[in-house]
């Protein structure tokens, strides 16, 4: 069959050209969403009366009848078709004859292909969001099995205060709700539907575009033709959340390979997450986060591809426009298999509670206490701070920690000092006192566990 656009020219296309122009090989992914923009279409042309009622219903089974092949692996694409629009048509040719061909009355690629992806960003917007809801509950349940866990919290990568576990885990269960927030937020941009703007500017057909819009679940119809075939900003968003998402999961995944490393020992990560080394027999590698680590830089990319590709684009739709597809498939595909993976990775990870209480006590990360007790007894927390320092630096000389100073030795560097200090050093009662809203003290981190199970109960 000719191709859809050969009425203009008298030679064949050049092979490698058409290899070159086609994007069959990747948006045949749009398949159903191109059936489902041209459902809404065929049946609003109908409705206007630009269609007969016979054509209407012939072209709306026919489609259907298309969907159903495709689902069942019976057609195959053709490159010579181009891309998904032109091969769905010519397949409803196959399946209703020449009535096919009205279809793309009052139509253009450049409005069905990004109503097609405004279709699809939805469906995987509302995918990932669930995705992260169900990774939330994962975090949140890990988390209330960990309330009283302490380990050390780091700033600088160096121990800083003892923290609770689930405190420690709970800050990415709020760093996903903002992931979800986000992609939430930018599904109410992409609530509008592009199709009756043609190719660029309208068209002369009476047609209905609200009643499209109405059909397809859109909110609206973009205000603007020449905008709604040009922009792809609902595309840049996606993958922008997606980037600051892998960015989050990315963060995750380093401490979870750091903490089951030897010299922290904190977690053991299930033996169905990991892989072995074919040369070190003793080797346990953490494949799994290292590839989530790894992932997040082609994300980034797809944002860069993309924002590069839109950079310095005339107005409306240009070719270029077909690049944005792959940076999108990858991103989802990402995401997707990522998500899937680090809840299962969570809920089999083993906790070493033992260690990370071992962690707090054998170093000097309740000095903070120290400063804060002598302040408390009045010492201006500047000096109380210079004090805590040198007793410190005193216990490091001596190989001691400072459950272990005496009192005396106490006594040496500030009167202020009783016995009453050693209840306040022990790591429970160091995470325990901070008891401040968001803080880590145990009942607040049971707050924020209400809190948690609040945002997700929705
Ligand atoms: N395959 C094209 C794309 O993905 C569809 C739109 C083609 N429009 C055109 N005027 N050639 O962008």
Not at 43 to 61: C, H, P, R, Y
Not at 288 to 315: A, F
Not at 408 to 420: M, V
Request: hydrophobic residues 40%; negative net charge.
């Amino acid at each position: 069959m000719s191709k859809a656009w050969s009425g203009r020219f008298t030679k064949e296309m050049d092979r490698l050209v058409e290899e070159y122009t086609s994007s069959i090989s990747f948006d045949y992914r749009l398949y159903r969403e191109d059936i489902m923009g041209s459902l809404a279409h065929v049946q609003m042309l109908g409705e206007k009366g630009i269609l007969s009622l016979a054509e209407t219903e012939a072209i709306k089974e026919g489609l259907l009848v298309v969907k159903e092949s495709i689902e069942k692996g019976e057609v195959e694409f053709s490159l010579a078709h181009e891309d998904i629009h032109i091969n769905i048509e010519k397949l409803l040719y196959d399946e209703i004859g020449p009535v096919a061909g009205k279809l793309h009355t009052a139509r253009s690629r450049n409005d069905q292909v990004a109503t097609d992806l405004h279709l699809y960003v939805r469906d995987k917007g509302e995918g990932i969001v669930k995705l992260l809801g169900e990774v939330q509950v994962v975090i949140l349940n890990l988390a209330k099995q960990h309330i009283e866990t302490v380990l050390p919290g780091y700033t600088h990568l160096q121990r800083a205060q003892p923290v609770s576990f689930a405190h420690h885990l709970l800050a990415y269960f709020w760093m996903l709700e903002r992931d979800k927030e986000r992609f939430r937020d930018s599904l109410q941009r992409n609530n509008q539907s592009p199709l009756g703007a043609g190719a660029l500017a309208g068209t002369t057909f009476p047609i209905d575009g609200e009643r499209v819009a109405e059909i397809l679940g859109f909110k609206r119809v973009y205000a603007n033709s020449m905008d709604a075939v040009s922009d792809r900003d609902f595309v840049v968003e996606f993958l922008a959340n997606a980037s600051i998402l892998m960015m989050h999961l990315s963060r995750l995944a380093e401490e979870l390979i750091l903490w089951s490393s030897a010299e922290f020992s904190f977690i053991e990560l299930d033996d169905a997450y990991c892989t072995g080394s074919s040369i070190m027999p003793q080797k346990k590698n953490p494949d799994v986060p290292e590839l989530l680590r790894g992932k997040t830089g082609r994300v980034y990319g797809n944002l860069m591809g993309l924002l590069t590709v839109l950079k310095g684009l005339p107005m409306t739709y240009n070719k270029d426009l077909q690049e944005d597809k792959e940076f999108l498939f990858d991103t989802v595909d990402t995401l997707e298999a990522s998500l899937a993976l680090i809840g299962p990775l969570l809920q089999t990870l083993k906790v070493n509670v033992e260690v990370m209480y071992k962690a707090c006590i054998q170093d000097y990360s309740n000095a903070t206490e120290l400063a804060d007790y002598l302040a408390k007894r009045g010492l201006p927390f500047r000096e109380a701070h210079e004090v805590t320092g040198r007793i410190v630096l005193y216990a490091i000389e001596k190989e001691k920690f400072l459950l272990d100073l005496s009192l005396e030795e106490y006594l040496g560097f500030s009167e202020l000092f009783a016995s009453d200090v050693y209840a306040l050093l022990s790591p429970v009662e160091v995470v325990k006192r901070r008891a401040n809203q968001g803080g880590t003290g145990f009942s607040e981190v049971q707050r924020q566990i209400k809190r948690a199970a609040e945002v997700i109960e929705g």
